[in-house]
Structure formats: structure tokens, C-alpha cells
């Protein structure tokens, strides 16, 4: 089973970007001109706790978002929650938990992401406890240059253990307009470049992420998993068992452009992730695997 359409379009999107409207260095008209001229199809402008109307082009989507920052200074707790696809941004002050946020998203049809859990220091007992999120970012551009803090792969790969599997995100977090840009991006598997067509496919996880390199195609079967990637250096299957993963690492002077993974009876999910010779990284969702047993 391939889990990308080959009849379907790609569609390079941002989903965490600030602007003067908050905390960031840009008007929200500088913004879609920057990334548009970069590359990108669409973004979504998360500003703190407000949306920011911008328009949509004919040739570039402009999708409704918010960032909900919470911080409980007597547990030494932080967490921030990305909206993206809302109408309404709840009032700061008036929310009294994380999952009302996140509940009130999903009433209004949005897609919820926990951001930068590692500059958050988020425990994996929060995560756990939090209920019905759709993702978490496996990586935030501006929270890895800055402090070194962006990468949240741990976190993602110690809770789907527990089984919770949400879907996985790069992001900018766009705020300085320098150093962070273009670093962290998803690719849309799309059948058509609407707003709403962007929302239903990232909901269903037919995305992945990147920093610059590509995946092109992945192909489950009964025992086995296969992708097919732009060149890469090294190439590693991620299970929800720790010593039943693969992983693949290129002779000098080559690169890997494919890679199988013979699946394990243990394992019940996998997600792969490659780095090219710029030890750029590119990300899959989870794999559900051993479904029926």
C-alpha cells in the first residue's frame, strides 16, 4: 500500500510564523511575501493569542492560526499550544486550562500542535495527560538556533510507547526574520490546493516534514516498510520498541535514495527519518503496523 497519491499535487507549508501583530519582526503582508517568494505554497500566522486576517491568493494560502502560551509559575510548567485553521482565538486571561484550549480547537474544526516541547521542558506525564491533541513539532527552527532547544524527537518517540501517536510537524516559529527562516516546513500530499483541502490532508496525516530533503513515496506491506527519498546520508526506522529499528548508512561518495525495513512482531507503530550530507533532516509520520494482531 503506498500512503502518498501519485495523482495528487505537493505543497510546501509553514505553520508556526508570528508578525508585528505579536511577537514578531514583520508586518503580516512582509511575511506572505517572504515565504512566498521562498518556496512556499502556504502558512499559517499563529500570533499570540489573536488571529491575523491576511487573504488568501490565487497562488498562495493565507490559513487562520493562533499560539496559546501557558505557563504555571508555581508547577514550573510551560506549554504552548499552535491553532491552525480556527475562526475564533479564545481571550488570554479568560482560558483556565491547556485542554480547553485544545478542546475548544478541535470544536472548531482546527488542527492543534504542541509546540517546541523540548524549550518548554515539557514533561512526557503532560503530553500523556493531555487528551486529543493532532501533533507536536518534531522540530521548531528558532527554539534549535537559539538555545539548542528545538528538537523533540525524544518526546515524541517516548510517548508512542505509550501508544499515543499524533502527528509530526517542522516548524520556523518564525519571530527575528533571519537565522530561523525556511528551516522547518511541511510538504502536503494534496488533491486539491484549497484551504480546506490543506486542513483535511494534514488532519489525516498525509504530510511529512523537513528541513530541505524529500520523501517521495512510502510503501507499507504485511512485513515490510520501503521510502523513497531525495539523496541522503543515513536513513533510520524509528519503532515503539527500541532495539528492533533499522538503519542505513551511506558508503563514502554515495548517498542512500531508498531503504526497507522488515517489520518487527513487536512493533505496533514506526516513523522513518533521513539526513542528508548538509545533516538536513526530513521526517514520515507513524506508520501503523501489526494492526490486526
Not at 505537493?10 to 511577537?23: C, E, F, M, N, Q
Not at 499559517?44 to 491576511?54: G, L, N
Request: hydrophobic share 35%.
Amino acid at each position: 500500500m503506498k500512503l502518498y497519491n501519485d495523482k495528487f499535487k505537493w505543497y510546501r507549508g509553514g505553520l508556526h510564523i508570528h508578525t508585528t501583530a505579536s511577537d514578531g519582526k514583520v508586518s503580516s503582508e512582509e511575511c506572505v511575501e517572504l515565504y512566498k517568494n521562498n518556496g512556499y505554497d502556504f502558512i499559517a500566522i499563529t500570533d499570540h493569542w489573536k488571529i491575523t486576517e491576511i487573504p488568501s491568493r490565487e497562488d498562495f494560502i493565507v490559513l487562520k492560526g493562533c499560539e496559546y502560551d501557558f505557563l504555571d509559575s508555581e508547577k514550573r510548567s510551560t506549554c504552548h499550544i499552535v491553532a491552525v485553521g480556527i475562526e475564533k482565538a479564545l481571550i488570554k486571561g479568560e482560558v483556565s486550562t491547556r485542554q480547553y484550549a485544545i478542546d475548544d480547537i478541535r470544536k472548531q474544526g482546527g488542527i492543534s500542535i504542541i509546540a517546541h516541547p523540548h524549550w518548554s521542558y515539557m514533561s512526557t506525564e503532560e503530553l500523556i495527560a493531555l487528551k486529543d491533541y493532532d501533533g507536536i513539532e518534531i522540530y521548531n527552527s528558532v527554539c534549535d538556533v537559539e538555545r539548542d532547544t528545538g528538537d523533540g524527537s525524544s518526546y515524541i518517540d517516548a510517548i508512542s510507547i505509550k501508544g499515543l501517536t499524533p502527528k509530526i510537524f517542522a516548524t520556523d516559529d518564525t519571530h527575528r526574520y533571519s537565522y530561523e527562516l525556511f528551516k522547518g516546513f511541511i510538504m502536503v500530499n494534496s488533491p486539491e490546493f484549497t484551504a480546506e483541502a490543506l486542513i483535511d490532508n494534514i488532519r489525516k496525516g498525509n504530510f511529512y516534514s523537513s528541513q530541505g530533503p524529500k520523501i517521495y513515496q512510502i510503501e507499507v506491506e504485511e512485513d515490510y516498510i520501503r521510502i523513497e527519498t531525495s539523496p541522503l546520508k543515513k536513513i533510520i526506522f524509528h519503532p515503539d520498541s527500541s532495539w528492533t529499528g533499522t538503519n542505513y548508512l551511506a558508503e563514502d561518495g554515495k548517498s542512500l535514495t531508498e531503504a526497507v525495513h522488515k517489520i518487527h512482531p513487536l512493533n505496533r507503530s514506526i516513523r522513518v527519518e533521513g539526513i542528508d550530507e548538509m545533516g538536513r533532516k526530513v521526517w514520515s509520520q507513524h506508520i501503523k503496523v501489526n494492526v490486526k494482531k
